[in-house]
């Protein structure tokens, strides 16, 4: 019994350990591939010049937490990762394809006089590819699987209703991201032009969040059993509530033009949302079949790990941080490589 509670709590660790992970790249990343969705809206090449810039000095850094999280399901959760990426494996290729064409556009675009416009709409389809890629990870991950002789099945088509609606979803919730990041990074014109577009996005991500909030009990009726519990709906109506009076407080400031909250605002929203998700799927790494404690490596594994995670962890934050803190305040003019 005292070998299966310290197995329960070290896996349960290693689950927020890489949800905080997940949640710090679906932030972080959010706001700059939310840039590039954002790029045909502002055709004129200042301005898109102005808009990387806002994201130059930090958007690799971002994706560290990304390549933390994976690697942390990896060696904490062997049995979850061999099972998730086969069933995942065109979604999860895709993004990784955006994410490294992404990157190159870093490299070249600023340097790029004839081919602009070739790196612009790179920039805009691998940003677009790698948030509705997430997107349908995400949809697919709610929906579930079943298993069949050790092999991860889809119960549904990749590209369901749900799926696609999660990721248009989290297509304008990047945006949105992005538009209050840029509206507290810069001045001007491209400051009024954020406030209008930040605007529509908080419009349809409002709806969005009502719509597949509405939807998700539909899709499981054990999430649907979670939600709607007697002994628990009090408890848990305070995370819609939350998220209601985030979004009205979100329009509130918008309209008041106060630009240094509202990027904090939309991650009060998106913690909201992730917290959601959390509550619909725990303890099961994939849903309705597997539990954190299932897919577990041996305790003498996690506990290995965590030693490492609890060094590397404060450092990553520390850095993150600390490259936030230098490259504060705003951008006045374009900048590069040089």
Known sequence: MELFSKMELLSTAWYFIIGFCIFMYVLLDGFDLGVGILFPLFPKAHDRNVMMSTILPVWDGNQTWLVLGGA??????????????PA????????????????ITFEFRLKAK???????????LSSTIATFSQGLVLGTFVKGYYITAGHSTLT?????PFNVACGFSLLFGYALLASTWVIAKTTGELQKQMYHVAFICLCVVSFALFAISIWTPFVDPVIARIWFNPHYIYYLAFLPFTTG?????????LYKRREYILFWLCFGIFFCGY???GISTFPYLIPRVITVTDA??????????LVG????????????????????GKIVDVIGYD
């Open 275 to 277: 917290t959601g998700f």
């Open 156 to 160: 549904y088509q990749l590209f369901s």
């Open 296 to 305: 577990a490596a041996p305790d003498s594994s996690l506990l290995f790990m």
């Open 245 to 253: 009076c985030l979004i009205l407080f979100c329009f509130y400031c």
């Open 309 to 328: 995670a609890l060094i590397l962890l404060p450092i990553l934050l520390g850095y993150t941080f600390y490259s936030y803190y230098i490259f504060r």
């Open 114 to 124: 004839r081919a602009l416009r070739f790196w612009d709409n790179l920039f805009f």
């Open 72 to 85: 942390s399901l990896y060696g904490a959760f062997p049995l979850a990762f061999s099972l998730i990426l």
């Open 88 to 103: 995942l494996y065109l979604p999860i290729f895709l993004m990784i394809l955006a994410l490294l064409f992404r990157g």
